[in-house]
């Protein structure tokens, strides 16, 4: 098992940006993919981007392309999501998860973070 602690959530204006942060512990990242899902109050929660174990390849959900970037430091334990051109439909719940052989469905990945809120005002 690995241990996913998230940071970096808070209030920004829409057209505004932040960058989450994925801190891993008990074990290394480097045998997972990576990603982060979403959920917004009343809504299931949604795939938003993942990241292969090595980083050389992401996806991104419709939704986000464009405007998020996923990255991973294998060293450091550590994955960020950088948004960029936020907009008030990205407020929710930001989760880090890490699967053995995760895809875009939530059911593909065995660790989760607690979350960490992100609020886009307009």
């Known amino acids: 098992q690995v241990q996913l602690v998230e940071s970096g959530g808070g209030l920004v204006q829409a057209g505004g940006s932040l960058r989450l942060s994925c801190a891993a512990s008990?074990?290394?990242?480097?045998?997972?993919?990576m990603a982060w899902f979403r959920q917004a109050p009343g809504k299931e929660r949604e795939f938003v981007a993942s990241i292969n174990r090595s980083g050389a390849s992401t996806y991104n959900a419709d939704s986000v392309k464009g405007r998020f970037t996923l990255s991973r430091d294998n060293a450091k334990n550590t994955v960020y999501l950088q948004m960029n051109s936020l907009k008030p439909e990205d407020t929710a719940v930001y989760y880090c998860a890490a699967g053995l052989f995760g895809r875009t469905i939530v059911a593909s990945y065995e660790n989760w973070g607690q979350g960490t809120q992100v609020t886009v005002s307009s």
């Open positions: 008990g074990r290394t990242i480097s045998t997972y993919t």
